[in-house]
């Protein structure tokens, strides 16, 4: 088992790529291939005791910056660190990898190297948020690969993060409910009213609309929504937690660090595994920009599960059995 | 001063409703008019040691249910609670009026017996949140009142929210953010495309598109977005505060009460005075069904507040110089 990362993504390149890329491999079973400038990646290494059994390096000249296109990044420059990286894939140099740089980058060069699954409409990014569910997780996607969402997108990311949940975290029949401003029928935008009809024919257990408080509270496992409203989601979720968490450091941290670290944790989706981009042919796990050693390993050994289970398989799978009368 | 207030709304009527006009009344400057089924009202205010001055009683036989249409109850029944508290307010019997029952019912309500200010187009829900700003907290509109937005919607927002966030906290040129999935122009959705050039020619201090998480990491003072995306980020920041107290609590709650009351007061928006339905003709401040007494009487005291800063003069000045070129 390969799993391919991007060391010159996110805010900690390379620092806790490599950090977590050892601590992922130190479990036996996984290997780790670091992309991108050699001699950082290498200097990294040398500073934490040199290269353990399992790590390798491929050496990619480029990086995306943060402030430009990353549809053109990808388009233009054969060399950045996130291409090559995917890549890796999908010349199954790799058997999945992760990405903590732009997310839009990631996107874009998983769709221009790995394509879609068959049968996939559009990709999508499933977030796992801490949630009072039987396994203190539920999924929220999309998160932002496609803001402008037409039923048949709800419908397919319904049946693409059922089946994600349901091997991941072993829930046989993950319920699933549309983001929504109120649990009525009836509710809500044209494109929420046609997507209720439309997943109440879809092979999953949807169990209706959803408030924002159902999601996180236990009544779901997986939480659908376009990509506009679950990036906005994710980010207002972030730093709602971030204004709590600065009070709670304010008040107790030096008295509970403990507390601190673990609510922090709790609030930090690369904890859970990182978010997968479901929908095209490979494994892509996204991660934070402020992923730290921790949650790398994390979303290393969750992309590593996600291979075992063959994940995609399960997708197109369900894919397929998706009503054939929805086509809009 | 006269504030009246639905005593049969919320999820702890009468008690809770009760109990906070009793505790608003005894700073002296306001009156409130408790409006509901008197022998309820009566037999609460008597297990309480009588009727304080200050406090009247209206009564009002019916009630709307949670589960019936808001608008059909108002419409069709004309005892209820909710309608005549603010029915008080159009025959200027009362200056102001705060309702913890069904939101839907009282926009319906306000928009039937109030109508709109002059040049409003559609009300908004204004929601109070904890902010990392100088004054510790963020407005954002529309929580729900009109999940279909026109960009001249949104536009109209920036101005009240701005009218409002300067009369009730003191900041002479509150900053405004139009919620969106990234700070470029150019991000999202038409709505909020058309609405970033809107809010570039209207008189309010607007600083760009935001995310959710400068929403609540001081960035602004006001932060604008249509009704179906502000309700689900309303609820889905409640739901998530909730998940997360509950951690606390589990591993504090019990050693540092303190802390866990804090931080509940500081994610319950009534706290911060309630949610004020701007762009109607009269004062109507909205609580959480949940509220109790702390928060009702912090409502009640800003419904007056918000009379006594003139708050609808100011928001009617606003929309006079509001752009002419925003018809759309």
């Known amino acids: 088992m390969r799993v391919a990362i991007d060391a010159m993504g996110g805010d900690h390149a390379p620092a806790e790529l490599v950090a977590g890329a050892i601590e992922a491999v130190s479990g036996g079973h996984i290997e780790v291939a670091l992309v991108g400038d050699e001699a950082s990646i290498r200097a990294e290494l040398d500073s934490r005791g040199g290269c353990p059994d399992g790590i390798s390096v491929v050496h990619a000249s480029d990086v995306v910056r943060g402030h430009e296109s990353p549809v053109d990044a990808i388009r233009k420059r054969p ?105 009525e029928e009836g509710k809500g935008t044209s494109l929420v009213r046609q997507a209720t009809q439309a997943l109440r024919s879809e092979p999953v257990n949807f169990v209706g609309n959803i408030e924002g408080r159902d999601l996180f509270g236990g009544a779901v496992e997986v939480g659908v929504s376009d990509g506009f409203v679950g990036n906005i989601i994710l980010k207002a979720a972030e730093g709602f937690a971030e204004v709590l968490l600065g009070q709670v450091a304010r008040q107790v941290g030096e008295s509970n660090p403990a507390l601190l670290q673990d609510l922090k944790r709790r609030v930090d989706y690369a904890e859970y595994g990182g978010a997968p981009l479901l929908g095209v042919n490979g494994v892509v796990m996204i991660c934070h920009g402020r992923s730290k050693a921790r949650a790398i390993g994390n979303a290393i050994r969750a992309a590593a599960k996600a291979v075992e289970q063959d994940i995609n398989s399960h997708i197109v799978r369900g894919l397929n059995e998706e009503s054939a009368g929805i086509q809009s």
């Open 79 to 183: 060399d950045t660190s996130i291409l090559r990286t995917i890549q890796l894939v999908g010349e199954k140099a790799a058997d999945a990898c992760v990405c903590a740089g732009s997310t839009g980058a990631a996107v874009a060069a998983a769709m221009m190297t790995l394509h879609r699954l068959p049968g996939a409409r559009r990709p999508g990014i499933a977030v796992p948020f801490p949630a009072n569910n039987r396994n203190g997780v539920c999924l929220l996607l999309d998160v932002g690969a496609n803001p402008h969402c037409r039923p048949v997108h709800l419908a397919q990311y319904a049946i693409m993060g059922s089946a994600y949940y349901r091997a991941m975290f072993g829930e046989a029949e993950p319920r699933v409910g549309l983001l929504n401003i109120g649990q």
